[in-house]
Nanobody
Framework: QVQVVESGGGLVQAGGSLRLSCAAS????????LAWFRQAPGKEREFVAA?????????YYANFVKGRFIISRDNAKDTVYLQMNSLKPEDTAVYYC??????????WGQGTQVTVSS
């Protein structure tokens, strides 16, 4: 079982930055893909970024965050980060951290609210 807990959301003006944190724990989480998703009001949840660890890191980003967001991990702290720069009002959403199981993202956090004002 893997547990993930997000933190770091808040209110920021357009053009600003925020860093989200995802503290992970549990059996085998260090070998799992960890990802960030988001869900805006009235919209479906969407993929934001992911980081895999299989002998080396590989990162994946949704097109709408490429060049603005960076996903990284600190193994010493068992934490994955999402550095969000040049934020836009359309980035407003609840952001979720998730750990991938065998076939899908099976382990989810409670989410953290990010609000970007114009």
């Amino acid at each position: 079982q893997v547990q993930v807990v997000e933190s770091g959301g808040g209110l920021v003006q357009a053009g600003g930055s925020l860093r989200l944190s995802c503290a992970a724990s549990g059996r085998g989480f260090r070998s799992k893909t960890l990802a960030w998703f988001r869900q805006a009001p009235g919209k479906e949840r969407e993929f934001v970024a992911a980081l895999t660890w299989s002998g080396g890191e590989t990162t994946y980003y949704a097109n709408f965050v490429k060049g603005r967001f960076i996903i990284s991990r600190d193994n010493a702290k068992d934490t994955v980060y999402l550095q969000m720069n040049s934020l836009k009002p359309e980035d407003t959403a609840v952001y979720y951290c998730a750990a991938r199981g065998t076939y899908d993202y099976d382990y989810w956090g409670q989410g953290t609210q990010v609000t970007v004002s114009s």
